[in-house]
């Protein structure tokens, strides 16, 4: 959570309310930002800034539903906590089908609201770090010539340096300046890394 100084983004009408959720909220060192409406959050809110967003489901103009449905349509993925003192079975499954991390009903015990928002706050930071290690590896990727890349492509499927050579036609001291030149540039120590590392590039 730290190395991505999360906020927690409150969007609830009650102002009462409100205040006491943000006020929750850094009992545990988080950042906190309210907002009345879903409209106001919308207007204000950067995707690049890591957290999580606490909504209220039954709110004047949008709804959390709504909020929640805006945000999937406009591919901004900001995991969600839906809060409601008029939630149902439906309301529920329908937030946690949507995406949702968690459904909390009020009246709520302050330790489960926490639990639940620290989880979202974690899973954030998360995709934060392997959206930034998923750049990187691509960027090493574009640094491999063509050759390189088809030396690359026959090694992770477990080729051994004699058949990569035979595939390609070329002598196996070739390959092996070849897989030496892929591993330093995909800054990677073994075969075994750069399958891993080409895992994720497939995740």
């Given at each position: 959570m730290e190395d991505y100084d999360s906020t927690v983004f409150v969007v609830e009408d009650d102002e009462a309310v409100r205040d006491a959720?943000?006020?929750?909220?850094?009992?545990?060192?988080?950042?906190?930002?309210?907002?009345?409406?879903?409209q106001d959050f919308l207007r204000d809110y950067d995707p690049g800034e890591p957290g999580c967003l606490v909504v209220d489901v039954r709110m004047p103009g949008m709804s959390g539903l709504e909020l929640q449905a805006k945000l999937a349509k406009d591919g901004i993925d900001i995991p969600i906590v839906i809060i409601t003192g008029h939630?149902?079975?439906?309301?529920?499954?329908k937030a946690?089908?949507?995406?949702?991390?968690?459904?909390?009903?009020?009246p709520f015990r302050d330790h489960t609201l926490l639990n639940s928002?620290?989880?979202?706050?974690?899973?954030?930071?998360r995709k934060r770090r392997k959206s930034v290690e998923r750049s990187q590896l691509d960027a090493r990727l574009a640094e491999l010539t063509s050759r390189e890349r088809e030396v690359m492509?026959?090694?992770?499927?477990?080729?051994s340096t004699r058949e990569v050579a035979k595939e390609l036609n070329i002598s196996s001291k070739t390959v092996d300046i070849h897989r030496r030149r892929v591993l330093d540039k995909m800054e990677v120590r073994s075969v075994v890394e750069l399958v891993l590392a080409t895992e994720q590039l497939r995740d």
């Open positions: 959720l943000c006020m929750l909220v850094e009992t545990v060192g988080l950042k906190c930002r309210m907002y009345g409406a879903a939630g149902d079975v439906h309301m529920a499954v946690l089908k949507s995406g949702a991390v968690d459904f909390v009903q009020k928002i620290l989880k979202a706050v974690v899973i954030d930071a492509d026959l090694l992770v499927t477990g080729k």
